[in-house]
């Protein structure tokens, strides 16, 4: 019976335990749950109010954005995210999508004058550029920039390791410039006629110009970079529509790379094989007048190394400014006799006038020592004088029948004797030159051209007249063809404009045929079509059709 009741006692105890149990892990699940909802209560309020927090952040960027596109585009508010494309295209006028055009027209920034625009990178390190705009035909979604500010954005390696180059577009507003201070990075462009106006000639290209970047400076085949040092008013400027102070600071070191030449002095110099060393000289009026009466002729002297067995050789070309640096192709004159060389330029060459000319020594092989001289030689000091010698009757001069000279009837005999003997005249059609016999086997004749050498200079000869060259055009021709196809036809020819007087590649023949009719070329067509006020009547005239205003209106001459 005890036992019974022990049993029953237990286990109404054992089941009060597990209801308490029950009862208390009810409760505590209860307190686990509130706790829990009040966490997630605070938790999600605290959301909330982060929210609201980066929405207001957020709205306070994008006005203080806003304010600060307004504010650099001094109104207008345009910010784009684009991919950059590169494309062949001179300054630093970019091509943005048409509906850029769209957005910017609808804020009238048609209105306000020329577009600038800033651009940084956005996948590497944050680098800034400035540029114009030049038409809206680039693909949606891309901005087209040129190589020189494509160079300014991904210098160095590009666009290494990027695969998909982004930058930030914003439209901004730039004051123009007033001065500016370019340093070139190296010599030579203090040698160019007339620099600062080929400086203009470039500048025209651009839009904009910053602190610390690079323009580049194309004179024919030579390249100049000048760095921009200081501007004003601002560190970035508009070019466009405004007169600006330039101040070209000279590089350090060496300044030029024309050698000035002093008349009738002795110049040494050392020139490797593949390059040029180049010279300068000046012909006033007055040593003009002297040549040009047929008293003097201008010569150019070439002494070089007599030891070096043929294992040296130069050529000389020459030139007169504007074209400053002559080549193999683009010059006035030339000589390519091996050895030292005399060369000379006579009275009655028309294109002798008075200038500055440049002598360019080219080392054709080997590493050439050399001494250069210009001077003007008497051409008196070697003519015999009236009176002076034996006079002869021409009526007692007969014919040689070897030499086909004319010698006196009473020394013909003789002559005929010895010249049969040791000279020979040269069979070649046009040639005739008498020579002596042990000479005739090294007296060659060109199979190209005709022209007679001695056989050690055949092989140059066919190397400077006769090998195919590739003009910067794409024609392939030889030397003579290429010197007057780059004189006359090339595009990129450097010519003298005559309406803004900078030296520029002339381009392809005028689309309008008037303008061919009058002999322009492609950019004087082009710069000719700029408008000035007629000195007379004061209206805006085309520069190309100011000769026909001034005589169908003015009846100027």
């Known amino acids: 019976?005890?036992?019974?009741?022990?049993?029953?006692?237990?286990?109404?105890?054992?089941?009060?335990?597990?209801?308490?149990?029950?009862?208390?892990?009810?409760?505590?699940?209860?307190?686990?749950a509130k706790a829990e909802a009040a966490r997630q209560r605070d938790a999600l309020e605290a959301a909330q109010r982060v929210k609201q927090l980066d929405a207001q952040r957020a709205q306070l960027l994008a006005e203080q954005e806003m304010e600060e596109n307004l504010l650099l585009g001094n109104g207008i508010s345009f910010m784009r995210l684009l991919e950059a494309v590169p494309f062949e295209g001179q300054g630093d006028k970019i091509k943005l999508p048409p509906s850029s055009f769209q957005e910017l027209s609808t804020q009238n920034a048609l209105d306000k004058g020329p577009m600038y625009f800033r651009l940084t990178t956005v996948n590497n390190q944050l680098l800034v550029a400035f540029a114009g705009v030049l038409e809206f035909t680039a693909t949606e979604g891309t901005v087209q920039i040129p190589s020189h500010v494509w160079h300014n954005l991904f210098p160095d390696k590009g666009t290494e390791g990027i695969d998909v180059p982004l930058v930030e577009?914003?439209?901004?507003?730039?004051?123009?410039?007033?001065?500016?201070?370019?340093?070139?990075?190296?010599?030579?462009?203090?040698?160019?006629?007339?620099?600062?106006?080929?400086?203009?000639?470039?500048?025209?290209?651009?839009?904009?110009?910053s602190e610390g970047e690079?323009?580049?400076?194309?004179?024919?085949?030579?390249?100049?970079?000048?760095q921009v040092l200081e501007l004003k008013p601002d560190s970035t400027v508009s070019v466009i529509e405004t007169d600006i102070d330039v101040d070209i600071e000279a590089?350090?070191?060496?300044?030029?790379?024309?050698?000035?030449?002093?008349?009738?002095?002795?110049?040494?110099?050392?020139?490797?094989?593949?390059?040029?060393?180049?010279?300068?000289?000046?012909?006033?009026?007055?040593?003009?007048?002297?040549?040009?009466?047929?008293?003097?002729?201008?010569?150019?002297?070439?002494?070089?190394?007599?030891?070096?067995?043929?294992?040296?050789?130069?050529?000389?070309?020459?030139?007169?400014?504007?074209?400053?640096?002559?080549?193999?192709?683009?010059?006035?004159?030339?000589?390519?006799?091996?050895?030292?060389?005399?060369?000379?330029?006579?009275?009655?060459?028309?294109?002798?006038?008075?200038?500055?000319?440049?002598?360019?020594?080219?080392?054709?092989k080997g590493v050439s020592?050399?001494?250069?001289?210009?001077?003007?030689?008497?051409?008196?000091?070697?003519?015999?004088?009236?009176?002076?010698?034996?006079?002869?009757?021409?009526?007692?001069?007969?014919?040689?029948?070897?030499?086909?000279?004319?010698?006196?009837?009473?020394?013909?005999?003789?002559?005929?004797?010895?010249?049969?003997?040791?000279?020979?005249?040269?069979?070649?059609?046009?040639?005739?030159?008498?020579?002596?016999?042990?000479?005739?086997?090294?007296?060659?004749?060109?199979?190209?051209c005709g022209r007679s050498f001695q056989k050690g200079e055949m092989e140059k000869h066919m190397k400077v007249f006769h090998e195919p060259i590739e003009c910067m055009c794409g024609i392939v021709l030889e030397k003579e063809k290429m010197v007057q196809h780059q004189s006359e036809e090339c595009p990129l020819r450097l010519i003298m404009c005559r309406f803004c007087g900078d030296m520029v590649p002339a381009g392809a023949k005028p689309a309008d045929p008037r303008d061919r009719l009058s002999g322009l070329c492609e950019h004087e067509s082009h710069c000719g079509s700029r408008t000035a006020p007629c000195d007379s009547c004061g209206r805006s005239v085309r520069l190309k059709d100011m000769d026909l205003h001034n005589i169908a209106v003015h009846q100027k001459n």
Not at 11 to 30: F, G, L, S
Not at 180 to 198: M, R, S, T, V, Y
Not at 393 to 407: A, P, Q
Not at 428 to 441: A, Q
Request: charged content about 30%; aromatic content about 8%; overall charge positive.
């Open 251 to 364: 590089p350090e070191g060496e300044n030029h790379v024309l050698t000035p030449l002093e008349m009738g002095k002795i110049e040494e110099g050392i020139v490797e094989e593949g390059k040029f060393k180049y010279y300068k000289f000046s012909i006033d009026g007055t040593v003009s007048e002297v040549i040009r009466s047929g008293f003097a002729d201008l010569e150019v002297k070439l002494q070089t190394d007599n030891n070096s067995n043929g294992d040296t050789d130069t050529d000389i070309y020459v030139s007169r400014h504007p074209l400053v640096f002559p080549t193999q192709h683009r010059h006035e004159w030339s000589s390519h006799e091996m050895g030292s060389k005399n060369f000379v330029i006579k009275h009655k060459d028309q294109n002798f006038v008075p200038g500055n000319y440049t002598i360019g020594v080219y080392g054709f």
């Open 369 to 448: 020592k050399y001494q250069i001289s210009v001077h003007v030689k008497d051409r008196n000091a070697h003519v015999q004088r009236v009176g002076e010698g034996e006079k002869v009757n021409s009526e007692d001069l007969v014919e040689c029948g070897n030499c086909k000279r004319f010698v006196a009837k009473r020394t013909i005999v003789v002559h005929e004797a010895y010249c049969v003997r040791h000279n020979v005249v040269c069979q070649y059609e046009g040639c005739g030159l008498v020579l002596r016999k042990e000479e005739r086997e090294n007296h060659v004749h060109c199979v190209k």
């Open 1 to 32: 019976m005890d036992f019974e009741l022990r049993v029953a006692r237990e286990k109404v105890e054992r089941e009060q335990r597990e209801r308490k149990a029950r009862a208390k892990a009810k409760m505590d699940k209860e307190k686990r």
């Open 214 to 226: 690079t323009i580049r400076v194309s004179y024919g085949e030579t390249h100049y970079g000048l």
């Open 169 to 209: 577009l914003r439209y901004v507003s730039l004051p123009k410039g007033t001065y500016a201070k370019l340093k070139p990075e190296g010599p030579g462009f203090h040698d160019l006629p007339n620099h600062k106006a080929i400086l203009e000639t470039e500048l025209r290209l651009h839009a904009t110009l």
